[in-house]
């Protein structure tokens, strides 16, 4: 079994709907959970830091984390055409081990 | 210059090339990694930097040979390469080996 787990996609949704983004994992000493966005022949850039258990948000990006069902998830709202890239998530207890990352398109 | 620096962006190179990428990060931070990125694979963590010290190895051929004279630069050497090598080599630092990472622009390997 994979530690993190993360459906690839690609998921495609049309402009402006709520995306959901999600990975589970099975490694309980997690504490430190991420998500990165990554723009086609680019690095991946930071986009959510979380520590524990709840709710946090930015802008149009929640990022949700359940420890008791090791489950995580970001959430994009009134999705735009640029935020069509790569998720990928991570987690960290002694290293940090990504998810394979889902590949999303906005369609205009 | 801010962030983490990567070059070359693109290298094209033989399986009898030398060649070396070479990351630079400005963020003052003390822990540098190599990451090999290939399609529809999760990141893989090749070698760890803390405190100018390996501390992880994750069994990279040997072909790989990373440097880091300093805690603000980190060197990949290569040589005799395989085409499976053909990747998208990422480097990244973080203030402590406990926190989030940021990453390079990368460098798009191509092993002909």
């Known amino acids: 079994q994979k530690e993190v787990e993360q459906d690839p996609g690609p998921l495609s949704v049309p402009e402006g709907a709520i995306v959901s983004l999600n990975c589970t994992y099975s490694n309980s000493a997690f504490q430190y959970f991420m998500w990165y966005r990554q723009y086609s022949r680019k690095g991946p850039e930071l986009l959510m830091y979380t520590y524990s258990s709840g709710n946090k948000e930015d802008g149009r990006f929640t990022a949700q984390v359940d420890k008791s069902s090791k489950y995580i998830s970001l959430f994009i709202r009134d999705s735009q055409p640029s935020d069509s890239a790569t998720y990928l998530c991570?987690?960290?207890?002694?290293?940090?081990?990504f998810g394979q990352g889902t590949r999303l398109t906005i369609n205009p | 210059e801010t962030g983490v620096t990567q070059t070359p962006r693109h290298l094209v190179m033989g399986m009898t090339n030398k060649k070396s990428l070479k990351c630079e990060q400005h963020?003052?931070?003390?822990?540098m990694y190599w990451y090999k990125q290939s399609a529809k694979k999760p990141l893989e963590l090749m070698f760890v930097y803390s405190l100018e010290e390996r501390v992880e190895n994750n069994s990279v051929p040997s072909r790989f040979s990373p440097e880091c004279p300093n805690s603000s630069h980190l060197f990949l050497h290569l040589h005799t390469l395989q085409p499976e090598d053909s990747a998208l080599y990422l480097c990244a630092s973080s203030q402590t080996d406990r926190r989030e990472a940021f990453f390079g622009q990368g460098t798009r390997l191509t092993v002909v």
């Open positions: 991570a987690m960290r207890a002694q290293k940090l081990v």
């Open positions: 963020l003052g931070h003390n822990a």
